[in-house]
């Protein structure tokens, strides 16, 4: 049980866990998320639950001295965080992607933002146990996040009990919660089961065909279906994630804000994995002096951002690469083409819909030599031999459309809004009840597509 979207955890873990949350006591809510969380990622992984246990203990017992400001345990928390985490990624990378324990990334994400936001006095007071670490293994978060920061977690209106007297009043609001929490929770799964699921078939497709096999219209039709099935996956959780935190009381994490609409690759990543990015700018650029500093150090303090997060992502050359481009995009949407609105109002655009789908299949790409051959299928004027299978787009147009279309249309703001808006009306829950239903069925008839950012 290692995925939002397995069975046993749809329909048995989810409703046994919330009827216990609530039926317990307020003050004992911490320890069954505490525990509720152990056993969930212990189910999926458990030959690494122990060494997650082992840094949560540390990192509390460490918080006793960073909270009082003690830079020298800050710096020893941030370098045994951070070297587990490069230590799984080098295991992963040279021995086995099993020595890479699923969410490991989000999990030490978490421990050093709580480790700096006590020491700069951003989380006033050391968490206690039960909290420190219902914090870090929160089960919908530690796969894939959001990066919840641990002052949300403290204020969160999970003691709400305190300020109720009435218990018919405390039912209605629990049961509220629950009802819009997995009202998030379908749709997020609806994205991922129904539009990104599918999509990655063309993908995987492509793969099998080979590369130098495909016309140029398919590989484009290639890099746009990555690209939606990468962004429906990761948003589908999301907000499966964020619907599950919802049902339990704490506030909705908005973790994607309609990115193919942002004008810009700037723009593109403040709006894409917005808790993931926020991250980096609150740890990273601004303790590096961000833009305070005069040009020269804002772009060498852009240039860490990006190189760390390619290595984030993978060690091997591509996703170097993937950073680096990414880092002289912003550059120049920055320092060049803003010097003139319009040219800047038509680049930046063509960047989010021709740029941001070439990173992705970057990104996607790990063999160098492969990556090429697909470039020269992107840009033949590059390569030789593009005029292969000419007509092999139609085929999976019409394979493909009916994944596709929605994908296209949900990428449309007012879509999502009006859907969002509209969510507690009758034919909206009629909807809903109709998409969980049928991801039920294709999850039950097929292997299952696993969560993209699962082992990052």
Not at 55 to 63: E, G, H, K, M
Not at 148 to 173: F, Q, T
Not at 379 to 392: E, I, L
Request: net charge positive; charged share 15%; aromatic share 18%.
């Amino acid at each position: 049980m290692s995925s939002l979207t397995d069975l046993l955890f749809i329909f048995r873990f989810v409703p046994c866990f919330i009827l216990i949350y609530y039926m317990v006591p307020a003050a004992m809510r911490m320890w069954v998320l505490f525990f509720g969380s152990f056993i969930f990622y212990t189910l999926g992984e458990p030959k690494w639950c122990l060494v997650l246990l082992g840094a949560t203990v540390i990192n509390y017992l460490i918080a006793a001295k960073t909270s009082l400001g003690d830079k020298k345990f800050l710096a020893l928390a941030v370098l045994l965080d951070a070297g587990l985490l490069m230590l799984f990624k080098m295991l992963g990378l040279f021995i086995s992607m099993d020595y890479l324990p699923i969410g490991i990334s989000f999990y030490v994400f978490k421990m050093i933002s709580y480790q700096a936001d006590l020491y700069t006095g951003k989380l006033k007071e050391r968490l206690d146990f039960k909290t420190t670490a219902s914090y870090f293994y929160f089960f919908p978060q530690i796969l894939q996040g959001p990066i919840m920061r641990a002052g949300d977690m403290y204020s969160s209106a999970i003691l709400i009990d305190k300020d109720i007297s009435s218990r018919k009043e405390r039912v209605g609001i629990y049961l509220s919660n629950i009802e819009d929490g997995l009202k998030y929770f379908i749709a997020g799964m609806s994205m991922k089961i129904l539009i990104a699921d599918h999509l990655a078939i063309l993908w995987r497709d492509l793969n099998t065909i080979g590369y130098e096999s495909i016309s140029v219209p398919l590989s484009w039709i290639g890099a746009f279906s990555y690209s939606l099935d990468l962004y429906f996956d990761f948003w589908g959780y999301s907000l499966m994630a964020a619907g599950l935190g919802v049902a339990l009381g704490f506030p909705f994490i908005k973790n994607f804000d309609h990115p193919y609409a942002a004008k810009g690759v700037r723009d593109f990543y403040r709006r894409w994995h917005m808790s993931l990015g926020t991250w980096f700018r609150d740890y990273i650029y601004i303790p590096l002096g961000g833009s305070r500093k005069g040009d020269i150090r804002s772009i060498f303090n852009l240039f860490v951002v990006w190189l760390v997060t390619g290595i984030w992502h993978g060690v091997t050359p591509n996703f170097i690469i993937w950073g680096m481009l990414l880092f002289v995009i912003i550059l120049s949407e920055k320092y060049i083409i803003s010097l003139s609105d319009k040219l800047f109002n038509v680049v930046s655009r063509l960047n989010v819909f021709i740029l941001i789908p070439v990173s992705w299949v970057i990104f996607a790409i790990s063999d160098m030599d492969r990556l090429k051959v697909y470039m020269t299928r992107l840009f033949p004027f590059f390569g030789n031999s593009a005029y292969v299978n000419s007509s092999d787009y139609i085929k999976y147009l019409g394979l493909y459309w009916p994944y596709l279309l929605p994908g296209l249309v949900l990428l449309i703001p007012c879509v999502f809004d009006f859907c969002e808006k509209k969510r507690k009306h009758p034919l909206s829950i009629v909807v809903l009840f109709a998409l969980f239903w049928l991801c039920i069925f294709s999850i039950a008839n097929t292997a299952g597509n696993p969560l993209m950012y699962l082992r990052f």
